[in-house]
């Protein structure tokens, strides 16, 4: 008996991309929670939720290979409780305020940014043990006025050597700058310039940078003790200090704002950095140079015709432009430190 077929029988075989397009639109995540990243550590986030709950959480695959950094802004949604084993999930990040970058060295295009949203740079270096090096300190200079942040000279160790010359070659460029000094007598700790900044660190969102072993960790430990920061020693051979600091992590300060302690580093390229850029962090010298500097002057020397010269008519706008073509020569010298 011949069988008859009917609609049932047809076989279709589904297409290789599956049976049902995939959409292109995304959630809006409209009920994502605002909070900020405080800490990352290996795909996983740290945030500080805008209603006072700490949760850890993951990058959403929405965001591609948008990277995300202490300091961002960002939403998210699932679980916000913060309780043990709870894990949530980051949609969206805001649009950054500023972004502290670097790169490996001046000729590698690659940058990285360090963090995000920071008002200030605390650059932390010691008066001795290890010795202040003033390439590393302009090279962070160049970095915080090109990112559109302030600039905070912090001098550690101060009862090992004088900190005059410091002062008297960054006061031309507007940089504050204090000194603080720690006694120790048994277990007893105590700071000399502490107070001064603790109010430098009032209610804004600050970084601290500088090589292994010249005490931000002792310092953070200081401001905020829970943070519980390990610290280190410096070596006798090579005068430089053991890496203490792994990854990148903020606190908040207990009368408000919040600071950000970074490993230490060894090198801090510039290859990123406009020298446009950077003269426009300095109004005065920007509106002389846009005036009488020809068209793609680097401002390095009066030899190619920059205006610079002859607008430094008293010895305080010459001191400037001379710490000011420091800062560019620094960022020009093809190497990172």
């Avoid at 309780?83 to 999930?89: I, M």
């Avoid at 680097?298 to 010269?309: I, P, Y």
């Amino acid at each position: 008996m011949r069988r008859e077929y009917d609609e049932s029988d047809a076989r279709v075989r589904p297409g290789r991309r599956g049976s049902r397009p995939r959409s292109k639109i995304r959630p809006a995540h409209l009920d994502a929670v605002p909070g900020t990243v405080i800490g990352v550590d290996r795909g996983r986030l740290a945030v500080h939720m805008d209603d006072g709950v700490s949760l850890t959480a993951v990058k959403a695959r929405e965001l591609g290979r948008r990277g995300l950094v202490v300091g961002d802004r960002v939403g998210v949604v699932g679980d916000t409780s913060g309780q043990d084993g709870s894990l949530a999930r980051i949609v969206r990040r805001e649009p950054r305020a500023t972004e502290l970058r670097r790169t490996a060295d001046d000729t590698d295009p690659t940058e990285r940014v360090v963090v995000a949203n920071a008002q200030q740079l605390a650059i932390v270096t010691s008066l001795a043990d290890p010795e202040p090096n003033p390439r590393m300190i302009d090279r962070c200079l160049v970095a915080a006025f090109d990112a559109g942040m302030d600039a905070l000279l912090v001098l550690t160790k101060g009862d090992l050597a004088s900190a005059d010359a410091l002062r008297d070659s960054y006061d031309p460029l507007g940089v504050a700058l204090l000194t603080t000094t720690m006694t120790t007598v048994g277990e007893d700790r105590t700071f000399t310039g502490l107070d001064e900044l603790r109010e430098r660190l009032q209610g804004r969102s600050t970084v601290l940078v500088g090589y292994s072993g010249v005490g931000k960790s002792t310092l953070v430990n200081a401001i905020v003790p829970e943070a519980h920061r390990t610290t280190g020693i410096v070596n006798d051979v090579t005068g430089r200090g053991r890496h203490t600091s792994t990854s990148a992590i903020a606190f908040d300060l207990p009368g408000g704002g919040r600071i950000i302690d970074t490993p230490g580093i060894r090198s801090f390229g510039l290859a990123h950095v406009n020298p446009e850029h950077f003269i426009a962090a300095f109004p005065d010298v920007a509106e002389a140079a846009a005036e009488g500097c020809p068209r793609g002057c680097t401002h390095e020397s009066e030899e190619a015709g920059c205006a610079l010269d002859a607008w430094a008519s008293t010895p305080d706008q010459r001191a400037r432009v001379v710490s000011i073509r420091r800062l560019l020569a620094s960022r020009a010298e093809g190497d990172a430190w």
